[in-house]
């Protein structure tokens, strides 16, 4: 039936509504599911507003393909969405499944980590009580006489131990499994020690006038040598009571002991120094009435526990792993505190005292972050090496241990330069910018740690004695040429290159024993931008007042942490030898 122009018309003019609500309704749909409109779908869109050229007959068909159009397209695009999702889904799946297979060895050394760390926390705490106060009790020169006695008795007591710390962990955790070998272990271990040690003060007493002479120039200093010798005999005799608590993960008694110990030196060194005025003497005494609780809370329930017997047959086990460590103890010895010596004898007492202070400022990581990592590193080491996805894991923890590292020794050092500038007298403020340098020296020897993997897994820890051997070397020498016209700054910068040159040796050989994908370009990365930023905040703020220059550190650490976030972000190439 033919329609009347108007009707004709209200009819033209209705379908052209819908139509363009269709259209409209498909560019809307477009955009709340973010759809890329193709050259093709806008061509279609331009025909669909072009109705000039559509016949009234062709309208109802027209309308009928448009909406057969637009319900595949949104079919196809909930088709792509469900895929979509499904493949996000399952990226989730496995990254979270990755993750909780990792979390119990790294939440475990994290968690360990952190137990120990609190109570190494107190130490500094209580050296930072302890250093001024024996700075402004004792002259520079009995200060440096001191330093050179605390060398001397850590030096005889790291070799008097013969690596059996480190070796009762293998024995303890990975080499024996019953539990009455375990006791024998610990059994042995003790008597082992206390036989060594016992020798060792007979002989450091009866050599006592010849090694006065020998370390602090003088043999009336023989009595402080004797004294020593006694503190090194009830420090050997707490390790064992300390590896065992470390090896059964027993962190807060461990902790518990560690601040007992510290608390009862302080105490000792504020009434025998400070109240008694018995000088260098009630110093060393004091340490050794740390020492002594330790052993009095430990060995009594280690010997009711194991007995009191030596297994040759794991005593042969303990001294074939540890003594190897012996060499790599002397070696770390000359690295780290032959500086000392060789300072008061081409300076003097002196300047072996200022190079003290800021040393064990300096040191303050060694002390909080390292030596925590390194107490919580054997036991979650060797669990980590029994997985399949060891080299990820291993690859992870480099990657957070060297960022956290390399920021905490940022802020770390500019609380260390404003705690000496506060409460050190002003003497010992001339080598304060040494800090710097003996924190970059710690960040080395923790990362030495971690490249060591290969070299306990594969049980020749006698390469740790070669790769310090290498590194002492290098200090020696340096030191030899630096020290003389460059006094306390010689003897930092010769350490930081001995540590540098023990983790690049350890890396070295690691990847020839157990390859591991250590991300080394964006560690150095982030090292190098760290020693900009800390130097161009030291230089801009040398015209400042102290409330200005903290201003400026502080901004420059939260500068530095925000760009260690942002490398972490970054894809690194990792590197296998």
Not at 32 to 45: E, Q
Request: proline share 3%.
């Amino acid at each position: 039936m033919p329609f009347e122009d108007g009707e004709e018309n209200r009819l033209q003019k209705n379908s052209r509504e819908a139509l363009m609500g269709l259209t409209e309704s498909k560019q809307n749909r477009r955009d709340s599911t973010h759809m890329l409109t193709t050259d093709h779908d806008k061509s279609d869109l331009a025909s669909d507003l072009n109705l000039t050229d559509i016949s009234t007959e062709q309208l109802p068909e027209h309308l009928a393909l448009n909406e057969h159009r637009l319900q595949w397209q949104a079919s196809g695009q909930k088709e792509r969405r469900t895929v979509r999702d499904a493949c996000v889904i399952k990226k989730l799946h496995s990254a979270l499944a990755y993750t909780s297979n990792q979390l119990p060895e790294l939440n475990k050394l994290i968690k360990d980590t952190g137990i120990y760390a609190l109570s190494s926390i107190l130490s500094p705490l209580i050296s930072l009580v302890l250093a001024p106060f024996l700075t402004h009790n004792l002259s520079s020169s009995d200060y440096g006489i001191l330093t050179l006695l605390n060398t001397f008795i850590s030096l005889a007591a790291g070799i008097t131990q013969l690596g059996l710390g480190s070796a009762f962990f293998r024995a303890y955790n990975y080499d024996y499994t019953e539990s009455s070998d375990k006791r024998d272990v610990i059994a042995t271990t003790t008597m082992l020690l206390f036989i060594i040690s016992l020798l060792v003060i007979v002989g450091i007493t009866s050599f006592a006038p010849f090694l006065a002479a020998s370390l602090l120039h003088h043999s009336s200093f023989s009595k402080l040598i004797v004294i020593g010798g006694c503190i090194i005999f009830v420090q050997n005799l707490t390790l064992p009571g300390f590896v065992w608590l470390r090896a059964e993960s027993r962190t807060v008694f461990y902790a518990l002991l560690s601040i007992g110990n510290l608390l009862i030196t302080l105490l000792a060194n504020i009434v025998l120094v400070g109240t008694l005025h018995w000088g260098i003497a009630g110093s060393l005494v004091a340490a050794g009435w740390g020492y002594l609780c330790i052993v009095i809370c430990t060995i009594p329930f280690l010997l009711s526990r194991a007995g009191i017997r030596i297994r040759v047959g794991i005593a042969r086990n303990l001294l074939g792993f540890g003594t190897p460590f012996v060499l790599n103890i002397v070696a770390y010895w000359i690295v780290q505190l032959s500086d000392r010596y060789l300072l008061s004898r081409f300076s003097s007492f002196t300047e072996t005292a200022r190079y003290a202070v800021v040393y064990s400022l300096g040191s303050a990581l060694m002390i909080v972050i390292i030596t925590p990592f390194i107490l919580a590193w054997p036991t979650t080491m060797f669990a980590i090496v029994k997985r399949q996805d060891a080299d990820q894991i291993f690859k992870l923890l480099f990657h957070w241990f060297s960022s956290f590292s390399l920021l905490a020794a940022f802020g770390l050092s500019i609380v260390a330069l404003l705690v000496l500038t506060w409460l050190f007298p002003p003497a010992y403020h001339s080598v304060a910018f040494i800090i710097p340098v003996i924190a970059t020296s710690c960040i080395f020897f923790g990362i030495y740690h971690i490249f060591s993997v290969g070299v306990n897994i594969k049980r020749k820890t006698w390469m740790n004695g070669v790769f310090m051997t290498i590194a002492a070397i290098v200090n020696f020498l340096m030191n030899l040429v630096l020290i003389p016209h460059y006094g306390a700054l010689g003897a930092a910068l010769s350490t930081l290159a001995a540590f540098i040159v023990l983790a690049l040796v350890a890396y070295i050989v690691n990847q020839k024993l157990y390859p591991l994908p250590f991300e080394l370009g964006r560690f150095v990365l982030a090292l190098f931008l760290g020693v900009a930023l800390y130097t161009g905040s030291g230089v801009l703020a040398q015209s400042y007042d102290l409330y200005v220059t903290c201003s400026i550190y502080i901004g420059a650490l939260v500068l530095y942490s925000g760009c260690l976030a942002m490398l972490s972000k970054f894809p690194a190439r990792s590197h296998k030898l």
